[in-house]
Nanobody, 116 residues
């Protein structure tokens, strides 16, 4: 059974940084695509960033220049480095990973709060 385990959320002041991690456990086949989404209270879940197995990335406009998504294929793990955080970045961040036919899974979510 495939399971996504997230870590790294927390409380940070505006302008600060956090690093989120997402590990795909239970399957040794590297995900085709891994990504992070977020959902703020009263809002729909939205895409933050995606990364393919080959390392190609796609970012939402509101995080370009501030967030960087990377991955370690050998460990089937993705990392979201978040810099220059703003109060509007406050949300539950969810990891997603999919491998054609084999799995399409979400993590349990990790809270990120940006506040002074």
């Amino acid at each position: 059974q495939v399971q996504l385990v997230e870590s790294g959320g927390g409380l940070v002041q505006p302008g600060g940084s956090l690093r989120l991690s997402c590990a795909v456990l239970g399957n040794i086949v590297s995900a085709d695509v891994m990504g992070w989404y977020r959902q703020a209270p009263g809002k729909e879940r939205e895409l933050v960033a995606l990364i393919t197995a080959g390392g190609a990335t796609n970012y939402a406009d509101f995080v370009k220049g501030r967030f960087t998504l990377s991955r370690d294929n050998a460990k089937n793990t993705a990392f979201l480095q978040m810099n220059s955080l703003k109060p509007e970045d406050t949300a539950v961040y969810y990891c997603h990973a999919r491998k054609l036919i084999q799995y399409n899974e979400w993590g349990q979510g990790t809270q990120v709060t940006v506040s002074s």
